[in-house]
């Protein structure tokens, strides 16, 4: 079982930046698979971020260039920069931990972006 824990969400005016950061438990962190998600009511999750255990990302369109993941496999932490934001990047974010036949969801922080 792999928990995990995100923090880092708020209220934050159009322009401005967040970081997201998620804490997972275990010690395969490093082999994972590593993302974040967002979710809007009535709306399905969708990728946002990705970045696997050698290092290699990828982005939704809608955030390319004003996001950015990355990792810290010492300390089992993945994190999201998210600047230049605007009010449709409102959502519940989630953290998402992928190895194998293993899939962990964080239980998510809210992202407002006020206009």
């Known amino acids: 079982q792999v928990q995990l824990v995100e923090s880092g969400g708020g209220l934050v005016q159009a322009g401005g930046s967040l970081k997201l950061s998620c804490v997972a438990s275990g010690n395969i962190f490093r082999l994972a698979t590593m993302g974040w998600y967002r979710q809007t009511p009535g709306k399905q999750r969708e990728l946002v971020a990705a970045?696997?255990?050698?290092?290699?990302?990828n982005y939704a369109d809608s955030v390319k260039g004003r996001f950015t993941i990355s990792r810290d496999n010492a300390k089992n932490t993945v994190f999201l920069q998210m600047n230049s934001l605007k009010p449709e990047d409102t959502a519940v974010y989630y953290c998402n931990f992928r190895y194998l036949y293993v899939n962990y969801w964080g239980q998510g922080t809210q992202v407002t972006v006020s206009s």
């Open positions: 970045i696997t255990s050698g290092g290699s990302t």
